[in-house]
Nanobody
Framework: QVKLVESGGGLVQAGGSLRLSCAAS????????MGWYRQAPGKQRELVAI???????TYLNSVKGRFTISRDNARNTVFLQLNSLKPEDTALYFC??????????WGQGTQVTVSP
């Protein structure tokens, strides 16, 4: 089994920054994709940023240039630097690890709240 533990959420003013971290433990395939999704109240969960072990990155268009994903493969950890935060970034942010098209694991989520 794979366990994901997130940290780093919080409350910030618009324009502020946060850094999210997610550490994975358990039986982890060497080749995988780790990243972040978010879900705001009343909305569907959406992909924010993901990064594969080979360094391929995908960002949600609305966060490009503001958020930066990185990972430490040796420690099975993924990070998300959130800069220039906007109130519309407010959501519960979930860490995800995927190692096959239909196999993935989710963290419990960390709340990011951005005040105007």
């Amino acid at each position: 089994q794979v366990k994901l533990v997130e940290s780093g959420g919080g409350l910030v003013q618009a324009g502020g920054s946060l850094r999210l971290s997610c550490a994975a433990s358990g039986n982890i395939f060497k080749v995988n994709v780790m990243g972040w999704y978010r879900q705001a109240p009343g909305k569907q969960r959406e992909l924010v940023a993901i990064m594969s072990t080979d360094g391929t990155i995908t960002y949600l268009n609305s966060v490009k240039g503001r958020f930066t994903i990185s990972r430490d493969n040796a420690r099975n950890t993924v990070f998300l630097q959130l800069n220039s935060l906007k109130p519309e970034d407010t959501a519960l942010y979930f860490c995800n690890l995927q190692w096959a098209p239909t196999f993935s694991s989710w963290g419990q989520g960390t709340q990011v709240t951005v005040s105007p």
